[in-house]
């Protein structure tokens, strides 16, 4: 960088004064950044280990995932999900279909609820 003064170049590099070694000025420029590099590696945790997780539970929740021999293919479904999930969709399921409990289901029922309440 050069400014011109009265006529007259004077150059403005930056230099190293007599008696102070390159390594000081290393250590004031890491005593200047030392907030910023201590706490990034906290950072980098937090991001690998909270946010990004976080990010691609949201988007497969809200997909449909289908396994294809290339690798698979996701589709946007939004609430679907959750609908399946909380009412049913029809299907029979690993306990089978959820229907209206028979008179003996209640009575096994309502003794094991009173063995718990009475334990």
Same mark, same amino acid.
């Given at each position: 960088?050069? &400014? !011109?003064?009265? #006529?007259? !170049?004077?150059?403005?590099?930056? !230099?190293?004064?007599?008696?102070?070694?390159?390594?000081?000025?290393?250590?004031?420029?890491?005593?200047?950044?030392?907030?910023?590099?201590?706490?990034?590696? &906290?950072?980098?945790?937090?991001?690998?280990?909270?946010?990004?997780?976080?990010?691609?539970?949201?988007?497969? &929740?809200?997909?449909?995932?289908?396994?294809?021999?290339?690798?698979?293919?996701?589709?946007?479904? @939004?609430?679907? #999900?959750?609908?399946?999930?909380?009412? @049913? #969709?029809?299907?029979?399921?690993?306990? @089978?279909?959820? #229907?209206?409990?028979?008179?003996?289901? %209640?009575?096994?029922?309502? &003794?094991?609820?009173?063995?718990?309440? %009475?334990?």
């Amino acid at each position: 960088m050069a &400014a !011109t003064v009265d #006529n007259m !170049t004077v150059r403005s590099e930056r !230099t190293v004064p007599a008696g102070i070694a390159r390594r000081e000025l290393w250590s004031e420029w890491l005593d200047r950044h030392s907030r910023e590099i201590f706490i990034a590696p &906290a950072v980098v945790m937090i991001l690998i280990f909270a946010i990004f997780p976080t990010i691609a539970s949201l988007i497969i &929740a809200v997909s449909r995932i289908k396994m294809t021999g290339d690798g698979y293919t996701a589709r946007f479904v @939004g609430w679907q #999900n959750f609908y399946k999930q909380f009412v @049913g #969709n029809e299907q029979v399921h690993f306990l @089978g279909r959820f #229907n209206e409990m028979s008179w003996l289901g %209640w009575v096994v029922s309502l &003794a094991v609820i009173a063995a718990v309440l %009475w334990w």
